[in-house]
Structure formats: C-alpha cells, structure tokens
C-alpha cells in the first residue's frame, strides 16, 4: 500500500498503526496521510481500543525531547495560557505556550498530536488576511517557501487556518535570535561575525537558485540554535506583508510614506535599519543584492552593537542611507580584521552595481578574509594593575611599539634565514585549557572561540577524557584531547583554567597533583597561566600570586598569572595572556 494509493485508512488500519502493527511501508504511508488529513486524525483520537493503545497514544503525545512538560499538563487541563481559542481547539496541534510575537503576528510551541513533532505555529495577524485574496496570496508565499530546504533556512511544512484564524507551521529552532544574543551578551567576536556571513549567505544562496528573495533580512529574523547553526526566518512572509499593505495603500491613497510601511506600527518592506537604499524607492524591483545589503547591516550591527544610522525616525533612516555612508565599523571597534571590514562595507555600497552581485560572490570573498590580521586590539585594564607592582613597568604603549619593531626584526631575520637554506615559523603560543569534568560551558567556549579568533587552537584536558555541562541545556558532552596525567607541559606556553565543578582541581582532590605539576613547569619556563571565573578559584588554590588591589579590575596580570571573573571579559582576558606572552619574547623584556 503506497501513499497513492492510500485514501483514507479503515478503522482496522488505524487501530493497527496506533499499536505498531502495520507493515514498515504501511505504517509510513498512513503516518504521512495523517499528517495531513484532519478527519483521519480525529478517528484516531476516537478509536475504541484497549488499555495499551490509550497508554501508547499518551506516551506519544508526552514525549518530547525538550522536556516541556509543564506546557503539555497546562494545555490537558484546559488551563487558559493566553492562547486564542480556535487554537486551543485544533485537532491536530496541541499548543504549548506562545513564544514570540511581532508584526506579522504571534508564534507558539505546539506539537503535532500524532506524530509527536514540535513545532513552531505562527498566527498572522488578521488585517493581513481579511479577504480570500490574501488568503490566496499567503498560501502561495508558504507553497513557494516549502519548496527551500537548505541547513541555514527555516523550514515551513504547511499553512492551515482555523475559521478565520490563519498560521504557517514551521521548523521549531530552540536558540535565541542574534538580535537578542547581542542584547544580552554584547557584539560579537568577528570569528562570529564571519561564521554568521557564511552561513546566510549560503541560505540566500539556496532561496536565489529558487528565484526567491527575503526582502527583511536583520538579526531579528537570524536565529541560532545550541550548536551554533544559524537559520533564517520567514521566507516569502515579508512580500507578503508588503504586498498588503501596498494594495491598503492604492485603495486608502494613502500617502508615501505609507506605501513604504514607514510609520511606527506597519513596516511594510523591511526593517529601515537594514533596508536599502533602492528598496525603500522601489520595492518591487529589488533583488538578491538587496538581502545581501541588509546581511551587511546586519553584520555591522552584529560588531558593533549599533545600527549604521543610529537615531531619528523611519523616514530619516531611509532619506540618509540615500545619501550617506554610515561610518566604518573600524571606526566604532578598534583591532577588527581589516579584510572582513571591507566586505562588509561593499555589502552596503548604495549603488546595488558595487556590491557583491550574488551569494556565489560573496561566499568566496568571506573565504579570504584573515581573522589574525591584523590582531583585534581591545584595552585591557589589567595593564595599569599590573603596573603598580615593581615587575613589568614599561608603560604600554612602548611595549607594543618594542612589539611592532621586534616584529619587523624577526621579519628580516626569517628572510635571512630562507636565504641560508633554512625555513623558521612562528605558529604562536601552545595554550592548554584545563577543563572540569563538569564544565560550565559559558566559560569555555568565549574562551575557545577567542584564541581561534587569533588563529591558535587550544588543546584541552581534564581529569576524565569525558567533559559534560553543569546544565543540560549548555549543549552536550564533548572529549577532552588529553587527561591531565597525559600531558606533556614543556610543550605549552600558557595553560588556561575555566569554569564549573572545579572540585577534582582544588585541595585533595583527584587532579590537584597534575594541575600543579603542570603550572609549575610551565611558569619555570617563564610561561603563562589564566584562570577564567571558577578558575580562578583553582590559582588561588595553588597558592598562585595576585595583585593587592585588583577589586575594581575587570582582568589583572600579576606575575605572569591572568585572572578575570566573568567570561565577558573572554576577549580582554585573552588579549593579555598573548600580549604578555609577546612582551615577554621582545628585546625589550630580554634587556631587563
């Protein structure tokens, strides 16, 4: 029995597929019609059976991956969670809670009755469907956005309505929005920044092949989930929207600014922080160029933490991106890869001629850009502790200018090298990290990801090869590459303690004798340590220096020890553990 031929199953065949019995390609045939026939979904619930197939239908309804139990019990009793009632009585989705709201409308966690899928249901706004016509208009929107399946796009499985109540059902992505993740936790690093290019541009990349555009591309609309895959929302729902509001216009003679959804309440064609220039003219003839356009706002907001033009109203926004360039976002963050900058400005080029042209373009020119070159330079208030102990008074700036010259020195120094027949290569400190067996993830990763940032892989070890989260929502469990009684420390220049249960590592426990063989070859050798929050508390453990007064400093380099309380500080805290290792490498060091 194939899909085709499959109408509607018997009761028989029902109650045969709810106990597991059918034939593999039976039970994949109904399952499939189910998906999408109402009626055969409501037998279902109805089928007289006995006390397993009510035990089985239950366990399927209550089993989920994401432990939302409390949202199930809510929506069983009948509580009210706030949710309109045509959805509360949708046969085939039982919703969860509401988990996000916007212009076009509000999103819910629901999970598919029978086949036990979460997804996310997103209501569109009435005004937006008020006649059959745009009904119409929105099914085909959702028809031509099912077609895209691609990693880095959302993926929409169905539009439905009940009575006049219409939704799109959609991919669920359990992450945060970049837009929110900047919020809370501040730009971006630009390892970050360009993972994030990479991965739209691949998904704009696919919707181009297709013919289609975003037309509304922003962070708001970039979620990332917990492994860092970044998905794009709302495929084909921005014209829609515009097309709305533009037909409102031609039947109010609504002014212009109107027309371009320019008001506080309805922006009709994009977000005017990420809009270009020649959308916002003419909205019906933009193209791919006009996503990626919006890409680079979104890349320069995703650095910087502003908007290119920052401040006024809609109107503003649109008549100065007309006529100005926003300033470099090399002006507003120092130390910012200078390749990766001029990408991002030619993405806002205002003329769409002097931009990339499509995403095939774009892709290749993010493959060249060079994250070490030259080295994000951000302040590290530690300095100025470090300066009022008697070791290492050199003031900054010298040093880094004693750096540059010893720089240029190892240059020529490797040219005559060549020239002799041999070949030198600097490849940069060995950092080992020192991980817990619980770690607390939030610590590891900005650590992780700044190191890699400056082109240097760390290599990590703990007392067991198996490193879990304290949380289980952090992500999962992942290998160290060596146990602490494997490691080699005349290998390392810096060894690096972050976060978590760090139990094992402090007093008597199981891996304080490692931990202190290791620390203690590696500062004989005149190398660096670091400890990132709870790691800290293992230097204090090994009886490690620290400044007298380091109260009111974010990072404080004492002695060759690095220490900072908070991963916000990853970036910063990273920036003084190499600062120091190259100071301590320069000819200036050696003199003293």
């Known amino acids: 029995m194939s899909t085709s031929e499959l109408q509607h199953p018997e009761d028989r065949q029902l109650l045969e597929f709810a106990l597991g019995r059918s034939e593999q390609a039976d039970q994949q045939a109904i399952a499939t019609h189910i998906g999408t026939c109402e009626s055969c979904c409501e037998k279902l619930d109805t089928l007289p059976g006995d006390r397993f197939t009510e035990l089985a239908r239950d366990a399927a309804r209550l089993s989920t991956s994401s432990g939302e139990t409390r949202g199930f019990e809510l929506a069983a009793t009948g509580l009210d969670i706030a949710i309109p009632a045509e959805l509360k009585s949708l046969s085939r ?208 907001y995703l650095l910087t933490g502003t908007v290119p033009f920052p401040g006024g109203d809609a109107l503003d926004k649109i008549i100065r991106r007309q006529t100005e360039d926003p300033p470099s976002p090399g002006s507003l963050r120092s130390g910012l890869p200078e390749s990766l900058v001029a990408i991002i400005e030619r993405c806002m080029s205002r003329n769409p001629a002097e931009r990339f042209q499509t995403p095939v373009d774009l892709a290749t020119a993010l493959e060249t850009v060079v ?105 999962e469990a992942f290998n160290a590459d060596l146990r602490l009684e494997d490691v080699d420390a005349s290998k390392f220049d810096i060894v690096v303690f972050v976060g978590g249960d760090t139990t094992q590592l402090i007093g008597g426990g199981t891996g304080f004798d490692g931990i202190s063989r290791i620390v203690d070859m590696i500062r004989r050798a005149d190398g660096l340590v670091g400890g990132l929050c709870a790691g800290t508390q293992v230097l204090d453990g090994l009886d490690l220096p620290h400044p007298e007064d380091h109260s009111y400093d974010p990072v404080t380099l004492h002695d060759g020890i690095v220490r900072t309380p908070d991963p916000e500080f990853a970036a910063p805290f990273v920036s003084a553990l190499l600062e120091e290792y190259e100071y301590r490498r320069s000819p200036e060091s050696s003199a003293k």
């Open 93 to 300: 989705y039982r919703i969860i809670e509401r988990i996000g709201a916007g212009g076009m409308g509000e999103v819910y966690r629901a999970e598919h009755r029978l086949m036990g899928r979460m997804v996310a249901l997103k209501v569109i706004n009435r005004d937006l469907t008020a006649n059959s016509e745009a009904v119409s208009r929105f099914k085909n929107e959702v028809r031509a956005a099912a077609r895209l399946n691609h990693p880095n796009i959302v993926a929409s499985y169905d539009a439905e309505n009940a009575n006049d109540l219409h939704f799109l059902v959609m991919e669920l992505v359990e992450g945060e929005s970049l837009d929110s993740r900047v919020k809370q936790a501040g730009p971006l690093s630009p390892g970050q920044v360009l993972d994030v290019m990479k991965q739209v541009t691949a998904g704009l990349g696919a919707a181009s092949e297709q013919g289609m555009i975003h037309r509304d591309i922003k962070p708001h609309n970039l979620m990332m989930d917990s492994t860092g895959c970044v998905k794009i929302l709302d495929f084909g729902l921005a014209r829609f929207e515009r097309e709305h509001f533009a037909r409102e216009q031609a039947d109010t003679g609504a002014g212009r600014n109107e027309t371009y959804g320019l008001t506080t309440t309805n922006i009709a064609i994009g977000t005017p922080d990420y809009l270009a220039p020649e959308q916002a003219r003419d909205a019906a003839n933009a193209d791919i160029r006009s996503d990626i356009y919006s890409l680079g706002c979104t890349a320069y």
């Open 371 to 475: 994250l070490d070159s030259p080295r994000p330079s951000i302040e590290v208030t530690s300095r100025t502790a470090a300066q009022k102990t008697t070791q290492n008074k050199a003031p900054l700036l010298s040093r880094r200018m004693a750096i540059v010259v010893a720089s240029a020195l190892a240059v020529v120094g490797a040219i005559g090298w060549m020239v002799a027949g041999g070949l030198a290569v600097d490849t940069g400190p060995q950092v080992l990290v020192i991980t817990p067996n619980r770690s607390y993830y939030p610590d590891y990763f900005p650590v992780k990801q700044e190191f890699a940032d400056r082109g240097i892989t760390i290599t990590t070890a703990a007392v067991e090869p198996k490193i879990e989260p304290v949380a289980r929502e952090q992500g």
